[in-house]
């Protein structure tokens, strides 16, 4: 059956009930047998329009450097692209949602054994460039494709003592980009998020032009603060939440689309004393950005999966403490009273957002060998990776509809820890011995 079709029986159905009418259990189940079968809720910042499989409009869309990439890797895209699970592999209930990898699984955290001077990767690079003093390292002259373990865990580590590091210039095929994932954690699979097709699961398809035109993101110069242009931290809905994310951009605009990366080590290291004190121990509440459908009340509007997680936590890897929320997902601290936790919380965002010096800004163009100008980059395959900790940063990317134009990327998320507060464990400016004032 047609889903408008669905959609519409649905509405007959429910627009047939007078209101003050009771259902009994045979007309719920049929209502919630109808809803689920109109297909996926979505993101609850996007109108989905309920699109699932391939789609065979935007496959002629895709950037001439990212068709390079496909075709120099043997990704066939002829039946569409980008891919969404069909229907049937997609949850509708949020206990669907919610059960997905509920529960703990073994995470080995790379970085933690690693060599602390991390001489295999910095041996083997050409140059090594701190983009801020505590946010932001640029490695230049390696290619990720080619990194060893050892490499691999000194480049975990980096990450996890500098929140975001970059590699331009990089010849990376989405294969190798989801096993260098696998290398540091359970790779997310999104289950109705955009991918490369069927057998791509755990490849996110970042492609704002897409999302914003086809996927109803409603992005334009007035409403510039959609999406991905909100501060947000990835996945912090999980059981265990996304470590390592890696965000490769195949295709780059000419100009604009910088990502800015802000860390929330230094976020809490802005703090007080005392309210560091107050905080610590506290748990929040986060939701996910896709919604469901309540099973017991499905007409009552789309429900996000949530989960409570330490909002001061320590990472296994360097053993420094970090603010853990973000302004799109922390919806509530636990145990306070409403006014109080969004008072808090408003605060704690304003200072991940607005402090500078704890941020780092990236431009993703990239001056290739051989090219005249930055701006010849988009005509030629060689794509720039970024890999941010997401557990100890907020991103938040700067575009309109204008200067989103022909960006694409492929996201790897590799899930990490559940998230634990020793309560033994130092800042960073503690750990390193600098000055809190
Ligand atoms: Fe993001």
Known sequence: MAPTSIIDETKASVQQLPLDKKLDEQEVQNLIQKLASIGPVGSAQHNTKGR?????????????????????????????????PTIDKIPKFVDEAFAIRNEEYPFIERGKNADPEKKALFGAAK?????????????VGLQLADLDDKQKDELALLIAERVVVFFKDQDLSPKKQLELGKYWGQVEVHPQANRIGPDYDGITVIWQDYFNEKGGLGLSFQRSRQGTSRWHGDLSHEFQTAGIT?????????????TIWSSTYGAYDKLSPAFKEFLDGKTAIFKSAHVYL????????PKHVEREHPIVRTHPATGWKYLF??????????????EESDAILNYLFSVIENNRDIQVTFSWQQKLPGLKSPSDAHKTYRGTSA?????????????TNESIKGRHGTRVASLADAGYFDPDSKSQREALGLSLD
Not at 60 to 70: D, G, S, V, W
Not at 294 to 301: F, Q, T, V
Not at 325 to 338: D, M
């Open 246 to 258: 890696h965000l490769h951009q195949d295709s780059i605009p000419d100009a604009g689309g910088e």
């Open 52 to 84: 699932t499989g391939y789609d065979t409009e935007w496959v002629n869309k895709i950037p001439e450097t990212t068709r390079q990439r496909y075709e120099k890797y043997g990704i066939d895209v002829s039946k569409g692209y980008p891919y969404i």
């Open 325 to 338: 929320v973000n302004r799109s997902y922390t919806t509530r601290i636990v145990g306070l009273l409403p």
């Open 294 to 301: 309540s099973r017991e009340n499905p007409l009552k509007g």
């Open 387 to 399: 890999l941010w900790d997401n557990r100890i940063a907020n991103h938040n990317v700067i575009h």
């Open 127 to 139: 140059d090594v460039i701190n983009l801020t003093p505590y946010v932001g390292t640029e490695i």
